[in-house]
């Protein structure tokens, strides 16, 4: 991190699970720094969501991202929360966050 | 009634005192637990040890329903089955196994697939619906199913190292199509028997399901409504996440589609999801 | 070898098909889990689970110790038992239920109370410990004969609503003396037949004891060491907290104290925990 | 709290389990504010035990505490965290912490 403009840079823990880590070399857990982009002032998850696609899914995209939001079946938390509950794609995220990707599980 | 505020005979009493012995259950809970009837969808790897705990606890009407019959690639993970059982139909399996533990029980057995022509029937018959079964038109059709007739529903899944938990339609709590309109692609469905599963996993999945069904059978705890559990057996980790609650705008129990008995037994979950309600085996060529 | 780079058999490969086909399972994975061997103290509410998964898994030598005798009022959690079985030794009902799940497994019974003048060889035998016991005398004896003879221990315990799992003596970490040097007072060591529970509850535990038992056998994931899990049914919450490491101040495991195997045999458990090994059975005198 | 002098007053949760909920009247969670002694400047586990013992534990004394620390059997942790890897009595508390008490369980 930048200490002279740690501002726009954000750490992150990014966690993939369900089957979502075999997109991004089955890695589970991600400690990630985010820049933010010219003249950003704060980091919203649709951002977040377009800097993974950039930086870390290696292959088939399509299994984590439908347009310019996750695919069906793939639930969004944010500290442990649903992002429905905190304004899905407009939620802004603050340093140190930990953002869970979770592919639903059908089998038993 | 006994005289004594309760129906319980002493070889209840007897059977269930380390029940009875805790405040917070009690003779009370376990009252309500006995005249409780839960349905248990799927009798495979989730599903044994959900009945196994469930009979063994004192629910009062046990429904088991599975088509399939036990194979020998089970027996790694489906520990209500036994090797004498191989062969022969899981739900006759499940319920002598059932029955060995707690005789005082009833027992249902329904040996078919579940379908929009029978759900509606058989679930009607149940307070409390559990989830074990293996794939997404079934999840899709049996949550459906319990908003239609207004049962809540335990909800559990495992695939290779992981486990998800929750429950549905519980008290005013979202629905699975609350929380998840669009049912995924195809490629992202993989079932244990596509991807492996670890045996203990579904084993740790169904011990929190039945307990599930039991918090809520007795009126005893907090029930996971609004709340999921997801487990990460590699790491040995367990989150407890908090969910979205119902949707206004869910196609099924929001506020302007109430979903009719009709409407359910017209809907083609196989479409819906493009993927069979009944899958065949895969047959493993391993080397 | 059969020539595939493993010793798997046709039957084998049947058996456990779901296990080899997890990538971070595989043969590999399965192979060290049917070469292990895994000592389950305790026929009870923990063992009953602990034993039918490791049996179900492929876990090649299981012996199981418990000098109790199967009651009507164990069945409420201790799933592994039927009720043909009441009145018979918990050991040989263990393993009749062990061998009917997996005829390929070498299941050894221990028909008497663990004690320091047996724990030693009894022990020595295993890769791996499982403390499926129910009091604290047995659970000090156990941690420290590990120590001395240098195996990892998979501690599990439920009561009431609550559980809590962890690993001990494993790759440097802590054994239960370095956690609790001094015993607790004896009005704080409730046991499940005094204080009841929920038969569920040691369900979960047994399950996730049964879990890490796999994963240090198999080499696969991150045992719970230096970690503990601490369960609440009641609210559904599950915590994984950070415990303490190895204490070089340890009596048994620290620098200045390697506990010998004379010690060990002479310690007398009873005295230092102020209650007895084998506690007698609580008579229930409900209403 | 008080909004002028909120560096004296500290919010906590408190839990309790594995039985000692038994000595707070059965209340597992407990939301505190724990007054600073005059003139502290930072909390400590040991004050904290002191403030629970008279102000939390209705009965039974004795089953949490043995001198001026926890009873033998009983574990407390700090944000998730053993106490004995933060100083155990000495332990600087900070606005928010989870403090968890625990006794051990034996029974299976
Ligand atoms: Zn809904
Ligand atoms: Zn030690």
């Avoid at chain 2, 004498?84 to 399996?93: A, L, M, T, W, Y």
């Avoid at chain 2, 379908?115 to 999840?139: C, F, G, H, Q, W």
């Avoid at chain 2, 529903?153 to 609350?178: D, H, K, M």
């Avoid at chain 2, 980790?237 to 949707?247: A, D, P, Q």
Wanted: proline fraction near 5%.
């Amino acid at each position: 991190v930048c200490k002279l403009c740690s501002f726009y840079n954000m750490q992150l823990t990014l966690e993939f699970g369900g089957g979502l880590e075999l997109l991004c070399n089955s890695v589970k857990i991600h400690n990630v720094n985010v820049e933010l982009q010219n003249g950003a002032e704060k980091l919203t998850m649709k951002d977040l969501l377009s800097w993974i696609r950039t930086n870390l899914i290696k292959e088939r995209p399509e299994m984590f991202m439908k347009g310019d939001t996750v695919r069906p079946g793939v639930l969004a938390l944010v500290n442990d929360c649903d992002w429905e509950l905190s304004g899905q794609l407009d939620t802004t995220l603050e340093e140190k966050d930990v953002v869970v990707f979770i592919s639903t599980l059908h089998g038993g | 009634d006994s005289g004594y505020g309760h129906d319980l005979s002493p070889q209840m009493i007897h059977r269930y005192s380390r029940h009875l012995l805790l405040p917070s259950f009690g003779v009370q809970g376990q009252s309500k637990l006995l005249k409780s009837s839960i349905l248990v969808v799927g009798a495979g790897g989730l599903g044994s040890p959900v009945l196994l705990y469930l009979a063994a606890c004192g629910a009062g009407r046990l429904g088991i329903v599975d088509h399939d019959v036990v194979e020998l690639n089970n027996m790694h993970r489906q520990i209500i089955h036994t090797e004498g059982f191989i062969g022969q139909p899981k739900v006759k399996s499940a319920a002598a196994a059932c029955h060995s533990i707690n005789s005082t029980i009833q027992v249902v057995e329904y040996q078919e697939p579940l379908r929009t022509s029978n759900a509606l029937e058989i679930m009607s018959k149940y307070d409390i619906v559990v989830d074990a079964t293996d794939n997404a038109p079934s999840r899709y059709m049996i949550s459906d199913c319990c908003v239609v007739i207004g049962k809540p529903l335990v909800s559990g899944a495992a695939v290779g190292l992981e486990g998800q938990l929750t429950v549905f339609n519980y008290n005013g709590g979202p629905c699975y199509r609350c929380l998840f309109p669009t049912p995924p692609p195809t490629t992202a469905c993989q079932r244990c028997s596509d991807a492996g599963v670890l045996g203990v996993v579904p084993g740790v999945i169904g011990c929190l399901q039945a307990l599930e069904a039991i918090k809520i059978a007795s009126g005893v705890g907090e029930p996971l409504s609004e709340r999921m559990l997801l487990f990460d057996a590699f790491s040995g980790r367990i989150r407890n996440v908090k969910i979205r609650g119902r949707s206004l705008q869910c196609v099924v129990c929001g506020e302007n589609a109430p979903f009719s008995k009709q409407q359910f037994q017209e809907f083609d979950y196989e479409n819906f999801t493009q993927s069979p309600l009944t899958p065949l085996p895969l047959k493993l060529n391993l080397l």
